[in-house]
């Protein structure tokens, strides 16, 4: 039975679609309306602009651009977006949202693992990647790539967005009762405050004692749009335990690590971790945070998925230790499940994972 207040699942994000609630410069891809949630495409060109910014409750973001566009790249064929610069980028599909939907983005998986930080931006913002209920106009992607030069083009997918009605958040109370029933986390005693349940960092590692990556400088490009292209050893060094169960992140360094729990995210529901918890230390945990409903479902594929951590220190070295909380799920109610869970034909790249780099490396 579909409830008042959720996410909405796969069919009503289509049907946005069909009422005109959402358009699209170009006909839908395959795969791009997901379990929970809808890619964005890129446009066809980028801006270079001179430092990020928001465009405030009186401004369009094209009034910000006429003053701050250094120069403009054409993303028609494909062109490449430099490290430590920020581009804007206005996307393909546009809004227009009746008065009790909102919405909200963050970069998809592979983005966040190639550390390039997206942010989806609106006119009138006054909040990244939140689009409040009513909104109705076109949607911009910020853009700066931290650790690797990368190769877009128009259609690249970067970013998701998922669409809500009402509050939908489970309660602390409510997080227990489900984790009693589906467990969420492989864990038997989990924490759960702050309105989510605690996620642990893994520094034992695997049985030849990885326990991560971190990422090279001075690389070459990373296409975003070509899976399995490029040598891990080229981008990444692995990082062993050799007998110690702890990790110093130095800072301005980009890592991949992995959770220490198994996640699962049932069918009626979806999860998104707190990309920042300043509770549990003085660094950023996963970019990209949205879990879509069957993540870790046994049926559709995943059981023991772990969740692949991005991890960024702030202004000083900080010392992680095994078994250390680096972040929280909250967890959300679906309107009504999806038609397709995670990993079942969707072309789901990190269903049933453990440490695993993003889809563009092969070893």
Same mark, same amino acid.
Request: charged letters at 25%; a negative charge.
């Given at each position: 039975?579909?409830?008042?207040?959720?996410?909405?699942?796969?069919?009503?994000?289509?049907?946005?679609?069909?009422?005109?609630?959402?358009?699209?410069?170009?006909?839908?891809?395959?795969?791009?309306?997901q379990?929970?949630?809808?890619?964005?495409?890129?446009?066809?060109?980028? =801006?270079? &602009?001179?430092? +990020?910014?928001?465009?405030? #409750?009186?401004? %369009?973001?094209?009034?910000?651009?006429?003053? @701050?566009?250094?120069?403009?790249?054409?993303?028609t064929?494909?062109?490449v977006?430099?490290?430590?610069?920020?581009?804007?980028?206005?996307?393909?599909?546009?809004?227009?949202?009746p008065?009790?939907?909102?919405?909200s983005?963050?970069?998809?998986?592979?983005?966040?693992?190639l550390?390039?930080?997206?942010r989806?931006?609106?006119d009138?913002?006054?909040?990244?990647?939140?689009?409040?209920?009513?909104?109705?106009?076109?949607?911009?992607?910020?853009?700066?790539?931290?650790?690797?030069?990368?190769?877009?083009?128009?259609?690249?997918r970067l970013?998701?967005?998922? =669409?809500r &009605?009402?509050? +939908?958040?489970?309660?602390? #109370?409510?997080? %227990?009762?489900?984790?009693?029933?589906e467990? @969420?986390?492989?864990?038997?005693?989990?924490?759960?405050?702050?309105?989510?349940?605690?996620?642990?960092?893994?520094?034992?590692?695997?049985?030849?004692?990885?326990i991560?990556?971190?990422?090279?400088?001075?690389t070459?490009?990373?296409?975003?749009?070509?899976?399995?292209?490029?040598?891990?050893?080229?981008?990444?060094?692995?990082?062993?335990?050799?007998g110690r169960?702890?990790?110093?992140?130095?800072?301005?360094e980009?890592?991949?690590?992995?959770?220490?729990?198994a996640?699962h995210?049932?069918?009626?529901?979806?999860?998104?971790m707190?990309?920042?918890?300043?509770?549990?230390?003085?660094?950023?945990?996963?970019?990209?945070?949205f879990?879509?409903?069957?993540?870790?479902?046994?049926?559709?594929?995943?059981?023991?998925?772990?969740?692949?951590?991005e991890?960024?220190?702030?202004?000083?070295?900080?010392?992680?230790?095994?078994?250390?909380i680096?972040?929280?799920?909250?967890?959300?109610h679906?309107?009504?499940?999806?038609?397709?869970?995670?990993?079942?034909?969707?072309?789901?790249?990190y269903?049933?994972?453990g440490?695993?780099?993003?889809k563009?490396?092969r070893?």
């Amino acid at each position: 039975m579909a409830r008042d207040t959720g996410i909405l699942a796969d069919r009503a994000i289509a049907a946005l679609f069909e009422t005109g609630r959402l358009t699209t410069d170009k006909e839908l891809d395959r795969d791009q309306i997901q379990p929970a949630s809808l890619d964005l495409r890129l446009g066809a060109k980028a =801006f270079r &602009v001179r430092a +990020s910014f928001m465009p405030g #409750p009186s401004h %369009l973001v094209s009034d910000k651009l006429d003053r @701050l566009s250094l120069h403009v790249i054409d993303l028609t064929e494909s062109a490449v977006l430099e490290t430590g610069c920020v581009y804007i980028v206005p996307l393909m599909e546009h809004l227009d949202l009746p008065a009790g939907m909102s919405a909200s983005a963050n970069p998809k998986s592979s983005t966040g693992r190639l550390d390039i930080f997206t942010r989806v931006i609106t006119d009138y913002a006054q909040e990244f990647d939140k689009i409040p209920a009513g909104y109705s106009g076109p949607l911009y992607l910020e853009i700066s790539p931290r650790t690797f030069p990368i190769v877009v083009r128009r259609g690249s997918r970067l970013s998701q967005i998922r =669409f809500r &009605v009402g509050h +939908s958040v489970l309660s602390e #109370p409510q997080l %227990l009762e489900l984790h009693v029933a589906e467990t @969420l986390v492989a864990s038997s005693r989990p924490n759960v405050t702050g309105g989510g349940i605690a996620l642990s960092i893994d520094l034992k590692g695997d049985e030849e004692g990885l326990i991560g990556y971190r990422g090279k400088h001075h690389t070459a490009v990373v296409d975003v749009d070509k899976k399995a292209q490029h040598d891990i050893f080229d981008f990444w060094e692995p990082l062993y335990s050799r007998g110690r169960t702890e990790l110093i992140l130095d800072p301005d360094e980009f890592y991949i690590l992995v959770s220490r729990e198994a996640v699962h995210v049932p069918p009626h529901f979806a999860a998104e971790m707190t990309p920042y918890d300043p509770l549990v230390g003085e660094f950023r945990v996963h970019y990209a945070g949205f879990f879509d409903p069957g993540f870790g479902h046994a049926p559709a594929g995943g059981r023991g998925s772990r969740a692949v951590l991005e991890v960024r220190s702030h202004e000083v070295p900080f010392i992680l230790e095994d078994g250390q909380i680096v972040g929280r799920l909250v967890y959300e109610h679906m309107l009504e499940p999806p038609s397709s869970l995670y990993g079942t034909g969707l072309g789901s790249n990190y269903q049933a994972q453990g440490l695993k780099l993003s889809k563009h490396f092969r070893l």
